[in-house]
């Protein structure tokens, strides 16, 4: 069956760095574009990265461009987020996400989520 599993979240001060990782299971991940989204308590779940199937495009949100990373090994069936300079408003739980667009159709594959808490 399809798995979205998320590693790597935590507690981390402000400044700091933590990588997300996600590793598929049980689709054609190459097929996929990969996307990371967060979500606050209270609101909108909003896209905060996004990387081709073959990597070769990326678009990140306006508060986090020069600061995240995504991208992806397609060998290991994983995507990564880099999460550099992390800031208290970047508290959130991070979820990834597969998508496939076909003959327009929309196919949607979602993790459980990893939490990031940014703080003193």
């Known amino acids: 069956q399809v798995q979205l599993v998320e590693f790597g979240g935590g507690l981390v001060q402000p400044g700091g760095s933590l990588r997300l990782s996600c590793a598929a299971s049980g689709f054609t991940f190459r097929s996929y574009a990969m996307r990371w989204h967060r979500q606050v308590p209270g609101k909108e779940r909003e896209l905060v990265a996004a990387i081709g199937s073959l990597a070769a495009d990326t678009a990140y949100l306006d508060s986090v461009k020069g600061r995240f990373t995504i991208s992806r090994d397609n060998a290991k069936n994983t995507v990564y987020l880099e999460m550099n300079s992390l800031k208290p408003e970047d508290t959130a739980m991070y979820f990834c996400?597969?998508?496939?667009?076909?003959?327009?159709?929309?196919?949607?594959?979602w993790g459980q989520g990893t939490q990031v808490t940014v703080s003193a």
């Open positions: 996400n597969a998508r496939q667009k076909s003959g327009g159709t929309i196919r949607d594959y």
